[in-house]
């Protein structure tokens, strides 16, 4: 197996004496994440088309002396949005600032973070289609202009101030481009999807992730997590470690084929990563409702999940994985749910795709 050389060298050590399976390093499986971020083009697996376009990109706002033009990046949780803008900001050789729109409620708090940029960095807004609309008002000539337009004053005396701001660079990302507003949409220079990971690339990551942790793991254990998960590194991590636990107790502590599979069913993550949640939602459809179609909010309430939950999180893959279908009247499922799911007869077969 190979380790992918690593830039993150102190981040390795302080792993390595702290290994990931003890359970009482609350602390430190919060900072997982940013733990095993890879911090360069070269440690950052998968999205080959997007990181040759942004090495130009930032090839020539380098050669310009100028900030990266705004940036958008969408699609489904976990593929990696948050780790692609701390690259950029390390290969700018800036400081990025990250937030979300959620904490972005007052208008205060996103003129705040404004003026605290300095000229270069880079804010990241998480969630960036939840945005308020006055915080939207705000955002607009700071994108355009640079430049913050206060108001003071009431009615007759109201009077604008326009408060420059250095240049930076907003990058923003969003599970749900549709629902961002046309003008915030149009300020962005540049607009990407991050699409899901290949099984051999989840490989990669798992592979890097284990050299990073000093987990042993053979290359058919790596390929078999990455069957299962769900096309998202952040899945394929997160397995990683919960395989690697029962490496250490059931077994010598190696992940191999056999390993990662038999822990992947006690974990009742089936092969090809669905979990309870999402083999319960799809039963439902079969077993309730025929194969659909359904309201998604009728599903949220019988499998007591949030309806934002399911379209977020369950639902993309489900759609990619072609076991799940959005129709104008509701969800429904497809003979390879039936199949998958062990259903022999499928059963109104007009309402099928
Ligand atoms: N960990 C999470 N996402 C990753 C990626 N794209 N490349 C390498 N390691 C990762």
Redesign the pocket.
């Known amino acids: 197996m190979s380790i992918i050389a690593d830039d993150n060298d102190f981040q390795k050590e302080k792993i390595q004496k702290n290994p990931v399976i003890k359970a009482e390093t609350i602390e430190f499986d919060k900072n997982f994440e940013n733990c095993?971020?890879?911090k360069s083009f070269e440690?950052?697996?998968?999205?080959s088309a997007l990181k040759e376009t942004l090495k130009i990109s930032i090839e020539a706002a380098k050669k310009r002396e100028l900030p990266l033009d705004h940036l958008l990046f969408y699609g489904p949780p976990g593929l990696?949005k948050t780790?692609l803008a701390g690259v950029i900001a390390e290969q700018m050789g800036v400081e990025i600032k990250i937030t979300s729109a959620p904490s972005l409620e007052r208008p205060r708090d996103i003129i705040g973070i404004l003026m605290s940029l300095k000229g270069g960095e880079i804010l990241f807004i998480d969630e960036i289609h939840r945005l308020n609309k006055v915080a939207e008002e705000i955002l607009y000539p700071a994108m355009e202009d640079f430049v913050l337009d206060m108001t003071t004053g009431k009615s007759q005396t109201v009077k604008t101030l326009r408060i420059p701001l250095p240049k930076f660079t907003l990058i923003g990302a969003t599970t749900k481009a549709g629902e961002l507003s046309g003008p915030l949409r149009d300020r962005f220079g540049i607009i990407h999807r991050l699409e899901f990971?290949t099984e051999d690339?989840l490989a990669?990551?798992i592979s890097?992730?284990a050299g990073i942790l000093n987990i042993e793991i053979t290359e058919e254990g790596a390929h078999a997590i990455a069957k299962r998960s769900r096309g998202t590194?952040?899945i394929?991590?997160r397995l990683i470690k919960r395989v690697s636990d029962f490496a250490l107790v059931k077994y010598d502590g190696k992940i191999t084929k056999d390993v990662a599979n038999s822990s992947l069913d006690v974990l009742k993550i089936d092969n090809f990563g669905l979990d309870n949640t999402d083999r319960n939602l799809l039963k439902l459809i079969i077993e309730k409702y025929d194969g659909g179609p359904v309201g998604i909010e009728t599903i949220a309430a019988a499998i007591g999940e949030d309806a934002r939950t399911i379209e977020d999180v369950c639902e993309p893959y489900l759609l990619q994985a072609g076991l799940l279908q959005r129709t104008p009247r509701g969800r429904k499922v497809s003979p390879a749910t039936y199949r998958h799911l062990g259903y022999k007869t499928v059963q109104n077969q007009q309402s099928l795709f």
């Open positions: 095993i971020r890879p440690n950052y697996i998968g999205q990696g780790t990971y690339e990669q990551v890097r992730t590194p952040r394929a991590n």
